[in-house]
Each structure stands twice: as structure tokens, then as C-alpha cells.
């Protein structure tokens, strides 16, 4: 029995010698192709480190978390053999221009011609800090400043802190009428982000805000005075699992992000109330140039029937071609879906068309659920697009997209162009 034990013993030692001698460990990390961004953030946001053993899978997510950064649009590794014990990694990056002018033109609810300027950096100090801001007028002067650190602490801690002062006209509908009220939106936000893993994060914190509405045409009803100032608080929660992988101007995988708010208000014509939604990404590659991409999002709100419900059916939220601000619910329901296939593709620049169709529909203030398949809350619109990429500048997508109408009533559009920068999603 001793003598069994003992073989027993001599094996385990055995193994384990073994896994030791078989552990290469990580003597060096070198980042390439670094110019603005420092090589010792890039350090600081790795799990792979030096001394540790060399994990090919922890690598692979280090390479997606580096190509998931807005200064990086692409990024490789190779490995290279010092001694049977030992290893050296080199990790190459190329960079993206970060800073960027913001700028926008459109018209408003009644045709006033409106225009954004701004300016972001998307890695201040080479540290992956986005700070900045915009002014913008669309008949009311508007601005904001914006401050995102995600890994102002540690490769899992950051902060976001924002203000917005903003105005606009927008429409507030009384049983099938509307009246148009000057909205400002005075904000102080402070957020904590933190990253569970490479997949998971969360982000939570507090807005504090005063909203203003100022009667300036349109019918008026009794139930809603002419002027409000409210003032009140969000608590709000972000959570997101990203599991996409990028080559350039094409996207693959899955990614879903849950928001969650609930305000707080001391005012008599709004309770306190919540608000949620979910947004889900798919996106898969078709062939060499083409790319299929879809968001689902579903979302619902204290079901109150009052004129400041949450949800608004809009050109540059949900449905392209729908129309600016054309009406409201507590709930929402959206499917967005189009092909991107590229037709030009150079080292600096792409051209996609694409063909999409955005399907609605909505949950009347105070409604039931079965709001969402009554025919004349459906809207469906179809349509095709342009995108001019700039492949070395963040998020640098022009697009344009016409809509037309597929399903809806016919009091609602018959179709439109929309333009922005960015992908629609």
C-alpha cells in the first residue's frame, strides 16, 4: 500500500514538473506603430504582462480590447521564441486621427436651418480620453462639454462627467394635435465606468437637470400650462456585453447594451418615473465586401398618458425617413436592418452603398401593450444609402439614406433623406 502511494506521489511531482517546464513565460511586450498613443497606457490596459506565462487566448482578447479603442483601427501580435522557457511579444497597432472637428447641418420642425460645431479628442494625452465639446443653433443657442476617462484609474476604473445647456422647438401632441414649446435642458452628469472583462462593462451614476418648456404655437390645452420649470434627478445604469471583432470599415459578432433610469421630480404634472431600453447588435461578414448589420431594440417607460412621453419616432433616432420629431409613446419597439457592401476600398478611404429597411412601432401614452401591433402604430420604411469611410480617422463614416414609406398611415411621410456622420449604427 506504501509503495502505491508512493508511485501515486511520484507522479503528481512529475506533472507538475512537467507543466512548469512546459510554462514559457513572457520576458518582453514591445507596441509598435504607436505615435500619439503612449506605449505604457497600452501596457497598463494588457492583461498579458511581463513575467507571466504566455496565455495565447488572453492575448487574442488583449488584441480585440486594442482594436475596440477609438486611436486604434487595427491590431496583430506575433510571438517570438527567445529560449524553450521564454518569449517575446511585439504588438503592432495603427492608428486613427482622434482629433475631430463635429459638424452637422439639417433643418428643424419648422424648417429653421440649424447647424453643429464641435471639437472631440479621442485620445487626449495618447491616454484613450475623449474631451470635448459643441455649439450648435437651431433657432436657440446649445452647448455642451464632455469628458470620458475609461481608464482613468486602472485598466477597470474610469469616469465620465458631462454638462449640456440645450435648447430646441419641439412638438408635444394632445390627442392627435400638437403644439410646439422652446425645451431647454440644463444637465450636470457624473458617471463611474467600470470593465468587468473585455466583454463586460458597466457604467452608473447621477444626472441632475432642469427642464424648461415655454409655450410658442400650436393648440393649447388646458391640462398643460403654458410655461413649466422642473427640476429633477436621474439615476441612471449602462450595461453592455460587446463581443465584436473589427477589420477596418467591417464588423462581426454580437453586442447588447441595457439602459435603465429612474427620475426623480416635485412638480404637478409628472410623477416620478422609469425608463429602459435594450439595444441589440448583430452583425455578421458576407463574402469579401459585404457586411450585414442589425439592432433590435425594445424599451418601456412608466406608462403615464401625458405629452413628455420618452420614446420619439424620429429620422436620426430610428426610422429613416419618418420625419423630425413626429410623435411620441411610452414604449418602443424597432428592428433596423441593412446590407453594407463596399464598391471602393483604398488604404485611406471606402465607399459602401446599402440597402436597409426599419420596421416600428409604439405604445401609446397610456396605452396597452397590445399597442404594438395595432396597424396604425406600425411603420414600416425601405430605402438605400451611401457611406464615404475614412479609414484612418475615428468614427469618420459620412452617410446618406433615403427612406420611403413601406407600411404606415397616410398622414405620415412618404419618405426622406437623412444625412450624419457615423454608421446609423
Known amino acids: 500500500m506504501i509503495s502505491k502511494l508512493k508511485i501515486v506521489l511520484v507522479l503528481c511531482l512529475c ?54 479603442l477609438p ?14 522557457q521564454e518569449c517575446a511579444i511585439d504588438i503592432t497597432i495603427e492608428e486613427n486621427y482622434t482629433l475631430l472637428p463635429d459638424i452637422n447641418f439639417w433643418t428643424t420642425t419648422n424648417n429653421v436651418f440649424s447647424y453643429k460645431l464641435g471639437l472631440y479628442d479621442y485620445n487626449l494625452l495618447g491616454r484613450n480620453i475623449t474631451f470635448g465639446g459643441f455649439y450648435q443653433y437651431n433657432g436657440f443657442h446649445t452647448y455642451a462639454l464632455n469628458f470620458r476617462a475609461p481608464n482613468l484609474f486602472s485598466r477597470k476604473w474610469g469616469v465620465a462627467l458631462n454638462h449640456q445647456n440645450w ?48 409655450y410658442l404655437s400650436g393648440i393649447i390645452a388646458p391640462e398643460i400650462p403654458q410655461q413649466l420649470d422642473l427640476q429633477k434627478a436621474l439615476f441612471k445604469l449602462v450595461y453592455g456585453y460587446t463581443n465584436l471583432d473589427y477589420y477596418y470599415q467591417y464588423v462581426s ?27 441589440f447588435f448583430y452583425y455578421k461578414r458576407i463574402g469579401e465586401k459585404g457586411n450585414w448589420a442589425n439592432r433590435l431594440r425594445f424599451g418601456l417607460s412608466s406608462n403615464e398618458n401625458t405629452p413628455f412621453a420618452p420614446f420619439a419616432l424620429d429620422n436620426n433616432v430610428n426610422l429613416r425617413g419618418v420625419g423630425i420629431l413626429v410623435d411620441r409613446g411610452t414604449g418602443s419597439f424597432v428592428l433596423n436592418t441593412e446590407y453594407r457592401h463596399t464598391i471602393y476600398d483604398k488604404k485611406w478611404l471606402a465607399i459602401q452603398t446599402n440597402v436597409f429597411t426599419d420596421f416600428g412601432s409604439w405604445r401609446n401614452p397610456g396605452g396597452e401593450l397590445n399597442d404594438f401591433f395595432q396597424e396604425e402604430n406600425l411603420r414600416v420604411y425601405s430605402g438605400i444609402g451611401l457611406r464615404f469611410i475614412s479609414k484612418k480617422v475615428y468614427n469618420a463614416t459620412f452617410r446618406i439614406d433615403y427612406g420611403f414609406r413601406i407600411v404606415g398611415q397616410s398622414n405620415t411621410s412618404k419618405g426622406g433623406l437623412v444625412f450624419g456622420i457615423g454608421q446609423y449604427f
Open 253 to 279: 459578432g454580437f453586442k447588447s447594451v441595457l439602459y435603465a433610469q429612474y427620475v426623480l421630480t416635485e412638480n404637478d404634472y409628472q410623477n416620478d418615473f422609469y425608463i429602459f431600453w435594450n439595444d
Open 71 to 84: 486611436a486604434i483601427s487595427y491590431a496583430y501580435y506575433t510571438v517570438k521564441e527567445i529560449s524553450a
Open 167 to 214: 435648447k430646441s422647438e419641439e412638438p408635444l401632441y394632445f390627442n392627435n394635435q400638437s403644439a410646439n414649446y422652446l425645451y431647454n435642458n440644463i444637465s450636470f452628469e457624473a458617471l463611474a465606468l467600470y470593465q468587468i472583462d473585455v466583454n463586460n462593462e458597466v457604467n452608473f451614476g447621477v444626472n441632475f437637470f432642469t427642464e424648461k418648456y415655454q
Open 15 to 68: 506533472s507538475v514538473f512537467l507543466g512548469q517546464a512546459q510554462t514559457t513565460k513572457i520576458a518582453s511586450i514591445t507596441i509598435k506603430g504607436a505615435q500619439k498613443t503612449k506605449p505604457s497606457f497600452i501596457a497598463k490596459i494588457l492583461e498579458t504582462q511581463v513575467g507571466k506565462s504566455l496565455d495565447s487566448s488572453v492575448l487574442h482578447q488583449d488584441i480585440l480590447r486594442l482594436k475596440r
